[in-house]
């Protein structure tokens, strides 16, 4: 139970004002500026922009200033705004296999068309603090190469093309959309992904960890692991034809899982997948593990109880906004409710104690 | 108003995609002077939901929202021009709608070699350059030598 309190004012007007000062630290430090986060701490409001559900890194990244680097905070206030914001429509599906690949990587063939491209990754660091980042200097600049005008088609395409994965043919069945209409269950596979791509990362990557480690194995193996550009493409109804009015980066992961077959069907691969807006590879290999996990019904295996199979225990909890928000409240003032435990407990003891003494 | 021909239509689609797409800063730089025109619709700031594919070419899904800002012009001589860009940028905008604008009259040869081609090159040029980086990152693999061919 909720009830007014009223006192509290001047006590949070003097919180918020500390505060504005400690987010600002010592003002003998310079301030940072909204662009520095979005340019340096890129990786950041990448996670701020996914979970976010909202593609603007300027504003990702004065949400991490505003938050003290504090992302879930920072999402949140990502959440709140884009709730104060019109929609004007729906893009057309995004073309990854057009996108301009900053990475391209599969851990399933070593040749490949559009060859195994490594971009800007922490992979094959040795995870050694480098102690000149501390010192202020110029990172040289990267090697270039002529890049090759070829086209980096999808892995998964290859084996397709001899039947030995499904296939994902093309259905213009139009998307449910979990921000329109409240989330009721069994959920259809668009539905699920569009509330993992939001979904936190730390309890996305704990679940897929936990189907590796055997709760709801699926042999995921990645077919491929892509990140750069694509066009987003939205019809305009006031010219009555599709444009291109901008760009965006994203990872997408498709996975390649054990095999499934049938009298009727010779043995074949299955797929997960992960999409997320911007740079977050750990977040769309979990995705593509998670997806592929709750797909056991759709693919006739056994439901053996693991966390990652079950769709309502997923959907219910990978939300950080949502489980913050309930998380959180219980340290907002409770005082009627405590009072009417305490009141219960109270006499809960009298009658207890009474009775004891009635047995002496 | 007569239906304009396909080409008509895929030559308005790659400007409008030219003038969406340009940073803020450098269409301001290149256009710095508004003609006279009346707004139809002032800048609005709000969000497209851009959506993915199941496994990249199934069903769509919602993948989450981009923010957005469109806005609709009329210039003095009657030519209308919409824009719709992605960002918070209203002045981005505002400018996007009138070059649409200006290239449906008698200035748009001076409108594509004054703006829309620099922004062109500048785009590809800033795709090249990532693209090139992207290469030299790509691996080039060679078999060591084997056991059984010693």
Not at chain 1, 178 to 202: F, H, I, N, V, Y
Request: hydrophobic share 45%; net charge negative; proline share 6%.
């Amino acid at each position: 139970m909720y009830v007014a309190v009223k006192g509290g004012e001047r006590a949070i007007d003097a919180a918020h004002a500390w505060l504005a000062e400690e987010r600002r630290g010592d003002p003998a430090i310079p301030e940072l500026t909204v662009a520095q986060i979005r340019e340096q701490m890129a990786l950041a409001v990448n996670r701020v922009m996914a979970e976010g559900s909202l593609y603007d890194p300027d504003l990702a990244a004065l949400a991490i200033k505003q938050a003290r680097g504090d992302l879930i905070e920072a999402v949140f206030l990502i959440r709140a705004y884009r709730t104060t914001l019109p929609r004007f429509g729906t893009s057309r599906p995004v073309d990854t296999a057009a996108m301009a690949v900053d990475r391209r990587v599969s851990a399933t063939f070593k040749d490949l068309p559009g060859g195994q491209v490594l971009g800007p990754t922490f992979d094959y660091t040795h995870r050694l603090l480098d102690f000149a980042l501390a010192a202020e200097g110029e990172a040289p600049p990267a090697p270039q190469a002529p890049a090759r005008d070829e086209p980096v088609p999808h892995v998964t395409g290859l084996l397709d093309r001899d039947g030995l994965i499904e296939g994902q043919p093309a259905d213009d069945t139009p998307a449910p959309d979990l921000t329109r209409q409240p989330l009721e269950l069994p959920a259809s596979r668009a539905l699920r992904l569009q509330a993992l791509a939001r979904a936190d990362e730390g309890f996305t990557l704990s679940l897929a960890y936990s189907t590796q480690r055997g709760y709801g194995r699926t042999h995921a193996f990645v077919g491929e692991l892509r990140i750069g550009r694509v066009a987003v493409q939205v019809d305009l109804p006031e010219l009555g034809f599709a444009v291109e009015i901008g760009e965006v980066e994203l990872t997408e992961c498709d996975t390649v899982n054990q095999f499934k077959g049938s009298r009727t069907e010779p043995p074949q691969f299955t797929r997960g997948y992960g999409l997320v807006m911007g740079q977050s590879e750990r977040k769309a290999i979990s995705m593509s593990l998670v997806d592929r996990a709750l797909r056991w019904q759709e693919l006739g295996e056994d439901f053996t109880g693991a966390p990652a199979q079950d769709e309502e225990f997923v959907l219910s909890h990978c939300d950080n906004i949502q489980s913050t928000g309930f998380l959180e409240h219980i340290k907002l003032p409770h005082y009627v409710d405590f009072q009417a435990e305490l009141e219960l407990v109270r006499r809960m003891r009298r009658e207890a104690m009474q009775m004891q003494e009635a047995a002496e | 108003m007569s239906q304009p021909s396909p080409s008509e239509t895929a030559l308005r689609r790659d400007w409008i995609s030219a003038l969406a797409k340009a940073p803020p800063g450098r269409l301001a730089a290149l256009l710095p002077d508004l003609p006279a025109h009346e707004m139809l619709r002032a800048p609005e700031i709000g969000t497209v939901m851009v959506q993915g594919r199941i496994g990249g070419t199934g069903a769509p899904f919602n993948l989450g929202e981009m923010t957005v800002t469109r806005c609709s012009v009329r210039l003095a001589e009657g030519a209308v021009g919409h824009a719709c860009v992605q960002g918070r940028d209203k002045a981005h905008a505002a400018r996007a709608a009138l070059a649409d604008a200006l290239m449906q009259t008698a200035a748009a040869p001076r409108i594509e070699a004054q703006v829309l081609a620099p922004l062109r090159a500048e785009a590809a040029g800033a795709r090249a350059s990532r693209a090139a980086r992207a290469a030299a990152t790509r691996v080039e693999f060679f078999t060591m030598l084997r056991g059984e061919d010693a």
